[in-house]
Nanobody, 116 residues
């Protein structure tokens, strides 16, 4: 499996921006899919954005037009650019990698707090 380390979380005012990074312990070139999930207070973990090995992306409706997921295979990193943040975006953001051979690998998460 691959080890994942998230960074970039923090406290931001509504309307602000953050960029999350997910650094992998090895090459992500062949990883089938990677994604960002979040778990808000009292809520279940949900998929926010995903990206496949060939660059296809998908987003939950609530973040479309505001968040952008990207992957840098050279630096083994996946990013989540978050703009126009809202208080409801608050939560712990987790990075996940899916590989057919190894299944899912999760990072430890990074806290994002959006104040109104």
């Amino acid at each position: 499996q691959v080890q994942l380390v998230e960074s970039g979380g923090g406290l931001v005012q509504a309307g602000g921006s953050l960029r999350l990074s997910c650094a992998a312990s090895r090459s992500i070139f062949s990883i089938n899919a990677m994604g960002w999930y979040r778990q808000g207070p009292g809520k279940q973990r949900e998929l926010v954005a995903g990206i496949t090995s060939d660059g296809r992306t998908n987003y939950v409706d609530s973040v479309k037009g505001r968040f952008t997921i990207s992957r840098d295979n050279t630096n083994n990193t996946v990013y989540l650019q978050m703009n126009s943040l809202k208080p409801e975006d608050t939560g712990v953001y987790y990075c996940k990698a899916y590989e057919r051979m190894f299944g899912d690998s999760w990072g430890q998460g990074t806290q994002v707090t959006v104040s109104s």
